[in-house]
């Protein structure tokens, strides 16, 4: 029982940390800056991958943004199953 409660108390602290890392790469910034012959081109995500910012010589391309939002959302769907498969096969190897 108590290597049970042992057990949970450690997964909490990993959930824990888990979201303090996520907070974290939430507040971080990259950005990349490319001359490409319709002009200067900007893309800014967060560090957990969301987009910010994408413009070309200044002006925002917000349909360009959505996009690419929404691609970076379903890659991050697809690792984030391939994580529960493996992590799934792995609870079920300490039972």
Do not use: P
Request: charged residues 20%.
């Amino acid at each position: 029982m108590f290597d049970g409660l042992k057990q949970l108390g450690d997964l909490n602290q990993m959930r824990q940390t888990a979201q303090k890392i996520q907070q974290q790469l939430a507040a971080e910034q990259v950005e990349v800056t490319k001359q490409t012959a319709k002009g200067l081109l900007k893309i800014v995500l967060t560090g957990d991958q969301k987009v910010v910012e994408v413009s070309v010589d200044g002006t925002r391309d917000y349909e360009l943004e959505a996009a690419l939002g929404e691609v970076l959302y379903k890659s991050q769907m697809v690792a984030a199953g391939k994580l529960q498969q493996l992590s799934g096969g792995m609870g079920g190897v300490a039972q």
